[in-house]
């Protein structure tokens, strides 16, 4: 069974940087894309990016130019978030989707002060 653990998050002020990890770990295997969603209070959530197998990426408009998605060593999923804003603010979860389904990490809170 695959397991995804997010780390990175915490309060940072405005136009301020921070990059999340999530590690995958188990039976990691037929991937079809990885990628974070995040919820903030009272909002729906949404997708903030993501990246398939093949290497395309796709972002959220409104974190276009400011996040970057990666793939690091091995199956380590990055996310660098610069320029931050308070609408930035909210749990960011990774998820992975595989042939077995779709697989959540336990979300990671990151706060941004104005």
């Known amino acids: 069974q695959v397991q995804l653990v997010e780390s990175g998050g915490g309060l940072v002020q405005s136009g301020g940087s921070l990059r999340l990890s999530c590690a995958a770990s188990g039976r990691v295997s037929g991937v079809y894309q990885m990628g974070w969603y995040r919820r903030a209070p009272e909002k729906q959530r949404e997708l903030v990016a993501s990246m398939t197998a093949g290497g395309y990426h796709d972002y959220a408009d409104s974190v276009k130019g400011r996040f970057t998605i990666s793939r690091d060593n091995g199956w380590m999923l990055g996310l660098q978030m610069n320029n931050l804003r308070p609408e930035d603010t909210a749990v960011y979860y990774c998820?992975?989707?595989?042939?077995?389904?779709?697989?959540w990490g336990q979300g990671t809170q990151v706060t941004v002060s104005s």
């Open positions: 998820y992975l989707n595989n042939f077995e389904g779709v697989v």
